[in-house]
């Protein structure tokens, strides 16, 4: 079975700084995908920032990057330029790619809280 | 369009009560996920909907939990005799195949069950 580790409950930045989140998973799939998401305190999950795991490019979405490392099963999280807007509970998810049937259920980290100090 | 709305937004009721909570899909996706985000627990599957197949039920905990999509649009979640730890948010998600397959899942605002 597939699992995803966030090793950091809590992470915290000073505004117009650079953090990076950890993500760690494990599966035996090759095809899949990786995704980051935002839950403010909304509760509203926003989707960050997708990765393939057949493009060896990493994903860039504006102030967001990742660094995949497929070999080491690590996918971690950039935000650079902080803002107070960022604060929130990130969580990392995968899911299996076609192969594996009709169900695209993400499969998530426990999340990571990110406090942006002004 | 309309994104992905649940309801109630929150909800309070006493232990070994019924509870129903509802999901209403972006129009025309045909897939529809439930999942529970529970405190220290992180995000669970627990349902899965697509088209007119028949639902992967999976990752229902106990068989006092129950869900129907009528149509392929809206979707009830049914908690029955619910217990304290069934207590959590209840989150709601839809996708649309695209033309990659790539299954983007959109997420709905979520239902706070508190059973006291």
């Known amino acids: 079975a597939q699992t995803v580790t966030q090793s950091q409950p809590e992470m915290s930045v000073q505004e117009a700084e650079t953090v990076t989140l950890s993500c760690t998973y494990d599966?035996?799939?090759?095809?899949?995908?990786l995704f980051w998401y935002k839950q403010p305190p909304s509760r509203q999950m926003i989707l960050v920032i997708r990765?393939?795991?057949?493009k060896q490019q990493n994903a860039t979405e504006n102030r967001f990057s990742v660094n995949f490392q497929k070999a080491a099963k690590s996918f971690s999280l950039k935000i650079s330029d902080s803002q107070l807007g960022d604060a929130a509970m990130y969580f990392c998810?995968?899911?299996?790619?076609?192969?594996?049937?009709?169900?695209?259920?993400?499969?998530w980290g426990l999340g990571t809280s990110l406090a942006v100090n002004p | 369009g309309a994104g992905v709305s649940q309801s109630p937004s929150n909800k309070v009721t006493e232990k070994g009560k019924d509870v129903e909570l509802r999901c209403d899909p972006i129009?025309?996706?045909?897939?529809l996920y439930w999942y529970r985000q529970s405190l220290g627990q992180g995000l669970e599957f627990l349902i899965y909907?697509?088209?007119?197949?028949?639902?992967?039920k999976s990752g229902l905990p106990s068989d006092r939990f129950s869900a129907e999509r009528t149509g392929g649009s809206v979707s009830t979640l049914t908690i029955q005799r619910t217990q304290q730890e069934d207590s959590a948010v209840y989150l709601c998600?839809?996708?649309?195949?695209?033309?990659?397959?790539?299954?983007?899942?959109?997420f709905g605002p979520g239902t706070r069950l508190t059973v006291t």
């Open positions: 998810a995968y899911r299996s790619g076609l192969n594996a049937g009709n169900n695209r259920k993400l499969i």
């Open positions: 599966t035996s799939e090759s095809d899949y995908y």
């Open positions: 990765q393939e795991a057949y």
């Open positions: 129009s025309g996706h045909t897939a």
């Open positions: 909907f697509q088209g007119n197949s028949a639902p992967d």
């Open positions: 998600a839809s996708s649309l195949r695209d033309s990659l397959g790539s299954y983007e899942q959109y």
